[in-house]
């Protein structure tokens, strides 16, 4: 392995490493006591994705295959992102519809 594929993966641990704290940083300013805030659930999914991302292109090696490639795994990734998502808002529909 030549050392600018050494400096490139260590580049992108250290995002990962990075982006590992976002949900929790983003919990502490945004969230509510008890439960995560809207914008708290955004914060964590964003890094989600990134932190996806980062892996497929970098330890995967997807950023050299095709943009059909690259395209199927993004659209992949919003729709478990956005199904996620989706349960925690009908989740906290469902608790506040609940409560007296």
Known sequence: MSASENRR??????????LTAVPVA????????????????LVALAASFVKARQVLDHFLD???SGPGWRGFFTALLLLI?????????????L??????
């Open 9 to 18: 993966l260590l580049r992108a641990w250290a995002i990962l490493v990075v």
């Open 95 to 100: 608790g506040e519809a609940t409560l007296p």
């Open 81 to 93: 992102l956005g199904g996620a998502l989706a349960c925690h808002l009908w989740g906290r529909f």
């Open 62 to 64: 997807l950023r050299r």
């Open 26 to 41: 983003g919990t502490l300013v945004w969230g509510g006591t008890g439960s995560s805030g809207p914008i708290a659930v």
